[in-house]
């Protein structure tokens, strides 16, 4: 994966039942060191916290990109442009 094109993903998950209003933002962007850093963007809507972690590959950051992604859909988190 040399050409990596993984775009911002926004996924929310939200329950009224449960009182719950959760979203999760992954994005990739290059370092200024010829790195790749996965960013993470989390929390309750309206709230949040940010976690970066670099890598020294692209095949890297979009491995972890991919497997995150699919264990927030496995939660119930859903696109933004899904539920529009």
Known sequence: MPNLKLGPLCLRRIDTARNMRRFYLLSIQPT?????????????????????????????AGEAFVRLERAKRRRGYTSVEENV
């Open 32 to 60: 200024l060191f010829g790195g790749v850093s996965l960013i993470r963007y989390w929390g309750r809507i309206g709230t949040g916290q940010t976690m970066v972690q670099t890598f020294d590959a692209s095949a890297e």
